[in-house]
Structure formats: C-alpha cells, structure tokens
C-alpha cells in the first residue's frame, strides 16, 4: 500500500511558476512508476506526465510539454512536477498517482487527494 500526499498547489499569475511535490508513504515507491494527472471544472481527469521507478524514462501530455518537468527522489519517496510559464488553462486539480502499470497505460493503483493550481490570466 502507498499513500500519497501532494502540495504546492496555489495562485499563480500568467507565465508564473509552480513546483507540486508529491510525498509517499511505503517501501515500494521506488519500484512503482508515479505520474501526474489534473482535472479542470467542468472536465474529466487528463493525464499530464509520468516518470517510470528509476527516472530513466518520462513522458507528457503534448499540452504540457517543454513547460512541465517531472522528476523524482526515490531516497525522499518524493515525486516533483516543475510547471513553469504556467497559462489559465492549466487551472486544475492536479493528483499524483502511482502504479506498476502506470508508465504503461496509464493506469494508478494509487491516489492523492489533489492539490489546487490556479493561473490568473
């Protein structure tokens, strides 16, 4: 079982800037691939990137890439997502989620609870 727990979510104008961190609880972070995905109002849940255990491999939505950058730190259990020149529609819930198919077909087995990002234009 993992838990996940995620932050850094907030207000940001318009080309700003946000780092979202994503702590997990578990011995097995290091051998599950972990991703991030947001929901906006009024939508449904779209994946935004994804990392495999070992960091070797990345993928993004076409939306989000060369803005977003995902990363981990498997000593710290800790996943990151590095959102820079952020736009409004960006705004969203974003989850961070984890799973041994996840790099495969996008599929979490483990959940966050969210975190709120919201872009002023």
């Known amino acids: 079982q993992v838990e996940l727990v995620e932050s850094g979510g907030g207000l940001v104008q318009d080309g700003g800037s946000l780092r979202l961190s994503c702590a997990a609880s578990?011995?097995?972070?290091?051998?599950?691939?972990m991703g991030w995905f947001r929901q906006a109002p009024g939508k449904e849940r779209e994946f935004v990137s994804v990392i495999n255990y070992s960091g070797s491999y990345t993928n993004y939505a076409a939306s989000v890439k060369g803005r977003f950058t995902i990363s981990r730190d498997n000593a710290k259990n800790t996943l990151y997502l590095q959102m820079n020149s952020l736009k409004p529609e960006d705004t969203g819930i974003y989850y961070c989620?984890?799973?041994?198919?996840?790099?495969?077909?996008?599929?979490?087995?483990?959940w966050g609870q969210g975190t709120q990002v919201t872009v002023s234009s």
């Open positions: 989620a984890g799973g041994p198919r996840l790099a495969l077909d996008r599929k979490g087995d483990y």
């Open positions: 578990g011995r097995t972070f290091s051998s599950i691939a």
